[in-house]
């Protein structure tokens, strides 16, 4: 289906969230090591907090009888039944049963097989259960809900949700539905960064470009907002969602096992491998404000294992984990098309950052020092209640966010070719709409396949759906028009809607993910596009004019059939050559060629062309009075 019209942005449909809310609105950062649950009170956002403390462990205890745990009491559970207890699912969100083996590398827990309904990740836990990160994610969600609940007086009206800026469809759909399964009206799903700096925005009036640096238990963002005028931008994103502190504790763990005698995996001791999990954290956290520790590990045999840890030791083990930073970073700075001492300030979120080497690596990084005047842990459950307040009140218009979409999203078109209709990092809600037509003659209907990539072959790019719109009455090619839609809502959900002009039939799909994108194709999807560009584009041009080719060969063919009494002197000869010219041209892989052979055969076949359109227009007006022919030519 070669492209008909440019694209262009379409109006921003209409905001999903629902105007029942009258106050009681909070912000949820459900974070991969703690979740938190804030609210703004007297213009203020502050974290609600429960014996004393405003973290909640996001760690769940499943017992035999069928209760839940939740919080600082499961975690103490993990030693005694570590199976039966989930810590970290935040790094499952999303995931399908054969993704994110590396994740998996040190947890005890059962992971279920078989057919099931939703190809999700399942644990295996007591009493015979199986329960989805969706379902575990809700009990957090829960416990939450439940202590907004006490102190605000009453049922919530809605609550905003932040996830990673990296997070894809998929694993946004995960954490919507963990919301929805925990009884929560979930007005938006805010990017984690986005939320960091509308934090400090309000509490500072800053304005500038800011990168924030947002580093926590499972997952990396990097964003480039710009502040200016209560608008917050968001001009770049990038990251890992499968790089944070859970790493560093596997890395020192690993360092732990192997001082033990014990292999990587503790031996398929899940009891042993919980333990020295925690007691990595438990360094790791130590070493923050000392500059030795020393931490202790019961071992199979009941002797304890005793061993110290410096910080100069965990900065040579955490090192290689913590340089994965390093090229997310560079690049959106490049994106957002600034360099690093352009910037006003470094943004310090999540509570991996509390350590002294990452915050050396972030000043080296930036040149300069990061700002970390609010508290990293809490700076992003402090935006989202901001954001649930803004929501709650109606918007009122003081602050407005602007996040961006992280892959650009596209159709396939003839020959394998991705036509980008949405690109990366363009603001949300967003939409564009484009038109396209028909390749063949009678042609009854359109195959629909919907991509996300930088690539500009659908075969090097994602998969996110395929629908067909059909009963379009035969036609000539090209005379068919497809106007196909595509909206990005504020969650960065994508529908997509197709029309065809002439006769209204009409097709439209919501993408509802598979929860399986795994976080090094999304890495792979942007490098890619760098490493391969140049390669890509040749490729593009070259698929596009073998199509083009292929449609004015077959064309001419038929009017050489069917018009060759037309024909004068050599022209029916000088146009087989100009024919077999672009045959052979097409057989190469010179687009540029092609395109030449193309040219050459439309001049030396343009008279025939003239021609048949004057006998079709002589034949369309045969016996006609003149006074009505007249009237159509002037009509026209």
């Known amino acids: 289906m070669p492209v008909e019209a440019l694209f262009g942005i379409s109006e921003p449909g209409e905001s999903r969230v629902k105007q029942v809310c009258k106050g009681r609105a909070v912000g949820i950062d459900l974070g991969?090591?703690?979740?938190?649950?804030?609210?703004?009170?007297?213009?203020?956002?502050?974290?609600?907090?429960?014996?004393?403390?405003?973290?909640?462990p996001s760690v769940v205890h499943y017992a035999a009888d069928g209760s839940v745990i939740v919080g600082q009491r499961a975690r103490a559970l993990a030693f005694g039944a570590p199976r039966d207890t989930i810590a970290s699912v935040k790094r499952f969100m999303g995931r399908g049963p054969d993704d994110a083996e590396a994740t998996r590398a040190l947890t005890p827990y059962r992971f279920a097989t078989g057919p099931t309904a939703l190809p999700v990740v399942r644990f295996s836990v007591a009493g015979a259960r199986e329960v989805t990160p969706m379902e575990i994610s809700a009990e957090i969600l829960r416990v939450l809900k439940a202590r907004a609940e006490a102190e605000l007086g009453g049922e919530l009206d809605g609550v905003v949700i932040t996830v990673p800026a990296y997070f894809d469809d998929g694993q946004r759909q995960a954490t919507r539905d963990a919301g929805r399964l925990a009884g929560l009206e979930v007005m938006r799903l805010l990017n984690e960064p986005t939320a960091a700096a509308l934090a400090y925005g309000l509490d500072k009036q800053a304005e500038g470009t800011f990168a924030v640096f947002d580093l926590g238990g499972g997952t990396f963002d990097i964003s480039i907002l710009k502040l200016e005028g209560g608008v917050f931008e968001v001009k770049s994103t990038g990251g890992d969602s499968a790089l944070g502190g859970d790493d560093f504790d596997r890395a020192v763990a690993g360092h732990f096992l192997q001082a033990m005698g014990l292999p990587g995996d503790a031996g398929g001791d899940a009891s042993v491998a919980r333990a020295v999990l925690d007691a990595a954290r438990r360094a790791k956290e130590a070493l923050t404000t000392e500059s030795e520790t020393t931490v202790s590990v019961a071992l199979p045999s009941?002797?304890?294992?005793?061993?110290?840890?410096?910080?100069?030791?965990?900065?040579?083990?955490?090192?290689?984990?913590?340089?994965?930073?390093?090229?997310?970073?560079?690049?959106?700075?490049r994106d957002a098309g600034i360099a690093a001492e352009g910037l006003s300030g470094v943004i310090l979120v999540g509570g991996a950052t509390r350590m002294p080497m990452v915050r050396r690596f972030v000043a080296d990084l930036f040149g300069k020092e990061p700002l970390a005047d609010i508290d990293p842990d809490q700076v992003v459950a402090l935006g989202a209640a901001v954001q649930a307040d803004l929501l709650a009140s109606g918007g009122r218009?003081?602050?407005?966010?602007?996040?961006?979409?992280?892959?650009?999203?596209?159709?396939?078109?003839?020959?394998?070719?991705?036509?980008?209709?949405?690109?990366?990092?363009?603001?949300?809600?967003?939409?564009?709409?484009?038109?396209?037509?028909?390749?063949?003659?009678?042609?009854?209907?359109f195959d629909l396949h919907v991509v996300q990539g930088e690539r500009e072959l659908v075969a090097d790019c994602r998969s996110l759906a395929r629908f067909k719109l059909g009963g379009i009455p035969p036609m000539t090619a090209g005379m068919a028009r497809l106007k196909v839609t595509f909206t990005v809502d504020a969650d960065g959900i994508l529908s997509v809607a197709a029309r065809e002009e002439h006769t209204g039939q009409e097709a439209a799909i919501r993408v509802k993910p598979s929860y399986g994108l795994t976080d090094d194709e999304v890495e792979r999807m942007i490098r890619d596009s760098f490493d391969h560009a140049n390669d890509d584009?040749?490729?593009?041009?070259?698929?596009?004019?073998?199509?083009?080719?292929d449609r004015i060969l077959g064309a001419t063919r038929a009017a050489l059939a069917s018009s060759a009494d037309l024909?004068?002197?050599?022209?029916?000869?000088?146009?087989?050559?100009?024919?077999?010219?672009?045959?052979?041209?097409?057989?190469?892989?010179?687009?540029?060629?092609?395109?030449?052979?193309?040219?050459?055969?439309?001049?030396?076949?343009?008279?025939?062309?003239?021609?048949?359109?004057?006998?079709?227009?002589?034949?369309n007006v045969r016996g006609q009075a003149l006074d009505l022919v007249e009237k159509k030519v002037t009509s026209t």
């Open 537 to 549: 584009m040749g490729a593009r041009l070259l698929t596009v004019e073998r199509v083009e080719a």
């Open 397 to 445: 218009g003081d602050v407005v966010l602007m996040d961006v979409v992280p892959l650009s999203l596209g159709l396939e078109m003839m020959g394998g070719v991705a036509e980008k209709l949405i690109h990366r990092n363009t603001t949300v809600p967003c939409g564009a709409v484009q038109t396209f037509t028909t390749y063949a003659d009678n042609q009854t209907g």
């Open 567 to 619: 024909l004068v002197d050599d022209e029916g000869k000088a146009i087989e050559a100009a024919m077999a010219a672009l045959e052979l041209a097409k057989s190469g892989t010179n687009h540029l060629a092609i395109r030449g052979a193309i040219q050459s055969l439309d001049e030396v076949s343009k008279e025939l062309a003239r021609r048949r359109m004057n006998a079709a227009l002589e034949q």
């Open 302 to 333: 009941g002797e304890p294992w005793q061993g110290g840890l410096s910080r100069a030791e965990l900065d040579h083990l955490v090192r290689p984990v913590l340089e994965r930073c390093g090229p997310p970073v560079r690049r959106a700075i």
């Open 32 to 56: 991969t090591t703690n979740s938190l649950v804030a609210v703004v009170q007297a213009g203020q956002p502050v974290c609600l907090r429960q014996d004393g403390s405003a973290l909640l």
